[in-house]
């Protein structure tokens, strides 16, 4: 079936140190999609990339979509605290909706 | 602006009682979904509803059931509580079907 792994599960960074996740899809996505979940909070859509390759920035937050459209990846420089949570990539697949297994981020000050 | 809101927030059962979980969006949406979370596993789909009026399995719709009684509530529905179905429940809706989704603050239910 279908699958889409987060690495790593867990990250333990430095307050101002860099972050990335990485998501693998075990088959192409139309689109991919990116969520914020803080602890004991909803997820919280961050942004949708959608072409081959793309790349997207906000702020310290920078989003790329492979070009083979299976993984994509989200690297946040100069981590601050309240980027704590964690991040889940997410996309279709035909007409199912798939969740990544999620990247926890805590950030030490 | 209320977005996405679920009831209850908190649920306790007994194995094989029934209960539906309730969500309303007021953002006009056309598409909502249920998800369950796990720990370690990220969020699963049960079921959606692509527009009022239709309804589609998700990954895991075993032991579910759902009705979308308009354009802005969707409910789910458990027939006999399992422990196994003991999870947060996310409701989410989108302007259309597979795009950028809003959720609601989940309900927490512990079935014993």
């Known amino acids: 079936g279908q699958q889409v792994m987060q690495i790593p599960q867990y990250q333990h960074v430095q307050e101002g140190e860099d972050f990335t996740t990485y998501c693998n899809s075990s088959?192409?996505?139309?689109?991919i999609q990116w969520y914020k979940q803080r602890p004991g909070g909803h997820p919280v859509f961050l942004i949708q990339?959608?072409?081959?390759?793309e790349v997207k920035k906000q702020k310290r937050l920078t989003f790329q979509f492979g070009e083979a459209k299976k993984n994509s990846s989200l690297h946040i420089t100069a981590t601050q605290t309240t980027d704590v949570g964690t991040y889940f990539c997410?996309?279709?697949?035909?007409?199912?909706?798939?969740f990544g297994t999620g990247t926890s981020l805590t950030v030490i000050p | 602006n209320a977005g996405v809101t679920q009831t209850p927030k908190f649920q306790v059962l007994k194995t094989g009682q029934s209960m539906t979980l309730q969500c309303a969006q007021d953002?006009?949406?056309?598409?909502m979904y249920w998800y369950r979370q796990d720990p370690g596993m990220g969020l699963r789909l049960i079921y959606y509803?692509?527009?009022?009026?239709?309804?589609d399995k998700g990954e895991v719709p075993n032991g579910y059931n759902v009705s979308r009684l308009n354009k802005r509530e969707f409910s789910l529905r458990l027939e006999s509580a399992a422990p196994s179905q003991t999870s947060v429940y996310f409701c989410?809706?989108?302007?259309?079907?597979?795009?950028?989704?809003?959720f609601g603050d989940g309900t927490r239910l512990s079935i014993l």
């Open positions: 989410a809706s989108s302007l259309v079907d597979l795009q950028p989704q809003h």
């Open positions: 088959t192409t996505l139309s689109n």
């Open positions: 990339l959608v072409k081959s390759g």
């Open positions: 997410a996309g279709p697949n035909g007409n199912q909706f798939y």
């Open positions: 953002m006009n949406h056309n598409s």
């Open positions: 509803s692509a527009s009022e009026g239709t309804t």
